[in-house]
């Protein structure tokens, strides 16, 4: 079993001691503060009131007219990696190397005024107290209050209830299936709790249905007994057309078994307990989230509860301790120890003056395997946006692609890109300390690759070096000197190395508050709001018609239903030629 990381405890200051920030070694970076202010980790919520409604647009300076971005441009452009300046940061347990980065002293202090330029200050204050952070849709964005130590009320019963539920359930040995139903971020920071703690199986088989293709409802239903299965559907407007959907074929599913009360298997997680009961899951198994808390930040609420069946509560207990502290570190070490904002001007410099169109991560352990997608949600979902607050084009690029797999399996499948490739992207290497099997020399191996992929990236290999190579192997020379061209490794590449003590409950909180703070900054910066997803909603929108569509029939398809027999408003809007054409050849109308 696993049990969470005793939380350090504070002295002079959350975070002043525990985080214990360092720079390490001959790091030219200046430890010079930003002026701040240290804002409450919990307080009581913000609620919109009719000022906030009517209030102005955000008057928000266009970030390529201010003097300080220019500065911190030119200093970017100006910058080096210095292999030699070993910069290292402590936060919450977590070690983030940053040597790999471009720095300079003209840099950090170019990053440190652009800061104060954009009200960074202010607006962690606001994101940290439950102000409203998330401007477009007029709420706060209030997930830190979801891992406090001592969170408000309202938050505090329901992770009694949870836990709660848990325990009855364990106790009376229910359950052996879970199928969890759920998508986006509903769904990858589940799989990635569950998978990272409950690799070696456990006692319950959890099963996720994302993807409203039903061949993923199909395999997940398959060789299950209903009797012994228990079905979460996690969707915060619970309207998510995927749930539904896939949800009304797990209702189906349990009806047809001939349970005498199939709706005794179902759970929900949700900010609309109301339409969850009026769908026939019972109240006490429903669960409450808030209309302040992200998607893609839910995974510290009840959305957690498959992962507390699968792995138990000191799991969720453990990240929420984690993750608490990395709040801390961020809402008060100062600007130079501080592990999300160097992080993120980092990102900012590769992305926006350097011309790095993406960002690699790379976890060098198998648990880990679910990180990727996790980030990529955060990260582009947050980030993938090109006009500001005030509604201007941002003018310089925002937001990379963010992609990747575990090592060493990404060695061998797009490695020789990353050192080789005519663009190249930034990574991020991710590897733990200690592994958790007996199997020594396996994780000396796995170590042993993360650093040296990271020293290659790093130091490179010369045209020189290559044909000294060859020459010591044995080649002849006019070969040599043309083999030695393909050898060539650019170098100087940037990466950054996350080391974690162990995996965790508590060092994975850490890491995913570390990276969540990390996209906040940069949104900041950007003048973007990171809490909207106006793009994908779009898409919904169109689909919902589409759907409709595709369900006519020659005849015009009268009394067309959608998902749960909905009805769908089956008017065809203006498309496009193709997307016409092939309207008419999926529903067979051509």
């Not at 949800?247 to 609309?272: F, K, M, V």
């Not at 239903?561 to 008017?571: E, L, N, R, V």
């Amino acid at each position: 079993m696993f049990q969470p990381e005793p939380q350090p405890t504070p002295r002079q200051g959350y975070g002043a001691n525990n985080t214990r920030p360092t720079i390490r070694a001959s790091s030219t970076r200046p430890a010079k503060h930003i002026t701040r202010a240290t804002p409450p980790l919990q307080s009581t919520i913000i609620r919109t009131t009719e000022s906030a409604l009517n209030s102005p647009i955000p008057n928000l300076p266009s970030l390529q007219q201010l003097p300080e971005w220019s500065r911190f441009a030119a200093a970017a452009k100006a910058a080096s990696v210095h292999a030699n300046n070993l910069c290292v940061l402590e936060a919450a347990g977590v070690s983030v190397d940053l040597t790999g980065q471009v720095a300079s002293p003209e840099l950090a202090a170019a990053g440190q005024a652009l800061l104060q330029a954009r009200q960074f200050d202010q607006r962690r204050n606001t994101l940290l107290s439950g102000g409203i952070a998330n401007v477009t849709e007029n709420r706060a964005a209030w997930h830190t209050i979801l891992r406090a130590p001592a969170p408000i009320a309202e938050v505090a019963a329901e992770r009694q209830r949870l836990n709660e539920f848990v325990r009855k359930a364990d106790s009376e040995r229910r359950w052996r299936n879970i199928i969890h139903i759920g998508i986006g971020g509903s769904d990858w920071g589940v799989r990635l709790a569950v998978g990272a703690f409950g690799y070696a199986g456990t006692w319950r088989q959890v099963r996720f249905v994302a993807n409203i293709d039903g061949h993923a409802m199909q395999g997940a239903l398959a060789g299950l007994d209903p009797r012994e299965t228990l079905v979460v559907l996690a969707s915060k407007s619970f309207t998510t057309a995927e749930t539904r959907q896939n949800g009304q074929r797990a209702r189906e599913w349990l009806t047809a078994s001939g349970l005498e009360n199939p709706c005794e298997h179902l759970a929900a997680i949700t900010a609309r307990p109301d339409l969850a009961t009026a769908w026939g899951v019972p109240q006490a198994n429903t669960f409450k989230l808030w209309d302040w808390v992200g998607g893609r930040f839910s995974l510290w609420s009840s959305v957690n509860l498959t992962t507390a069946l699968a792995v138990n509560t000191d799991i969720i207990a453990g990240m929420h301790a984690g993750a608490a502290a990395m709040d801390a570190h961020f809402a008060q070490a100062p600007f130079a120890k501080n592990a999300p904002i160097q992080m993120a001007m980092a990102g900012i410099a590769n992305r926006s003056v350097l011309g790095y169109g993406s960002l690699n991560i790379a976890p060098y352990d198998f648990r880990l395997a679910h990180l990727v997608p996790y980030l990529q949600q955060l990260d582009m979902e947050s980030l993938g946006k090109s006009v500001d607050l005030a509604g201007n084009p941002i003018g310089v690029p925002t937001g990379p692609v963010v992609w990747g797999m575990p090592g060493t399996d990404a060695q061998h499948t797009f490695f020789q890109w990353l050192h080789q490739g005519s663009d190249g992207a930034p990574a991020d290497f991710i590897v733990c300390r200690q592994a958790d099997h007996n199997w020594p020399d396996h994780h000396t191996s796995l170590l042993a690759n993360c650093l040296a992929q990271r020293e290659a990236l790093l130091n490179g290999k010369t045209y020189e070096e290559a044909l000294q190579e060859c020459l010591e192997a044995g080649t002849q020379p006019e070969q040599a000197r043309w083999l030695a061209h393909h050898r060539v490794h650019s170098g100087g590449r940037p990466s950054s190395l996350i080391v974690l003590p162990r995996l965790s409950p508590y060092t994975l909180g850490a890491l995913l508050a570390l990276y969540e703070h990390k996209v906040f900054v940069q949104s900041v910066v950007w003048g973007i709001n990171p809490f909207d997803q106006w793009g994908v909603e779009y898409g919904k929108v169109l689909a919902k018609g589409i759907i409709g569509e595709l369900g006519e029939s020659k005849d015009a398809g009268k009394g067309s239903k959608g998902p749960d027999s909905a009805p769908i408003d089956a008017k065809a809007p203006h498309h496009d030629a193709s997307t016409r054409h092939w309207i008419e050849k999926f529903s067979g109308r051509d």
